[in-house]
């Protein structure tokens, strides 16, 4: 899944930002590989056009590679859509932020997240008991929380390069991520990502061809 790859590298460059920006509190939020989420809903994931089973030691194994302590982002992808599920300890609830417009397609938020998120609460608590010998906080039964969020045009695909947009500016509070996330077109919003994710200072590859480098924009002019 390209999407998915995209997703956890910017993932990893807000992780590395938070390190050199906030150093006191940039263990607060941990984002979780999409190859986890990935393996929770593995039944409404396609990979090579088929679908797995649910494997909990195939989960545990990949649970070495990420470690949860207050907050926890998880990108999620369910049939081709992608949203993001923040697990926050310290209130003991449950975020679902979703930028797909519901109510133009006939349904509604808790018909596509339930019991989609009860089942991916449940197994991600499961297997974080698993790998932490039970000393890990049990979070299965933690209240959701359907937060307010901008949304896609209809018909539009760019639920990934939105779940990268909230893991960069929600910090809990609905009516800041509103106003810190400006509605722009599809072409500038996937524009802004890559720029973020090919010219950041994190990215271990630094010498781009020159072709690429007429692109770089200063931060300050984005």
């Known amino acids: 899944m390209a999407q998915g790859m995209f997703i956890d590298a910017f ?8 390190m050199e920006n906030r150093p006191l509190s940039a263990n607060n939020r941990i984002f979780i590989p999409t190859t986890i989420s990935a ?3 593995i039944e409404n994931v396609t990979r090579n056009d088929t679908k797995d089973n649910y494997k909990p030691d195939a989960l545990v194994e990949q649970l070495h590679f990420a470690l949860g302590n207050i907050e926890m982002f998880l990108p999620v992808i369910h049939n081709d859509h992608w949203s993001l ?21 006939g ?16 197994r991600l608590s499961d297997g974080f008991q698993v790998f932490m010998g039970g000393k890990f906080p049990k979070f299965g039964n933690y209240r959701k929380c359907y937060i307010k969020c901008p949304k ?25 991520l509103l106003q810190s996330f400006p509605k722009v077109p599809s072409d500038k919003l996937r ?13 271990s590859v630094q ?16």
């Open 191 to 203: 524009a802004q990502i890559l720029h973020h994710l090919i010219f950041n200072r994190f990215n």
């Open 152 to 176: 896609m045009a209809t018909g539009s695909n760019d639920c990934a390069f939105y779940v990268m947009r909230f893991m960069e500016k929600y910090n809990g509070d609905a009516d800041k």
């Open 107 to 122: 349904g509604t938020e808790t018909q596509h997240h339930f019991p989609m998120a009860q089942k991916i609460l449940k």
């Open 39 to 41: 393996l929770i809903n």
């Open 11 to 18: 993932a990893d460059f807000l992780s590395r930002e938070d």
């Open 207 to 222: 010498e781009l061809h020159q072709d690429i480098e007429t692109f770089r924009v200063p931060d300050n002019a984005q």
């Open 85 to 105: 599920y923040i697990i926050n300890h310290n209130q003991k609830s449950f975020d679902i932020l979703d930028s797909k417009r519901y109510d133009m397609i």
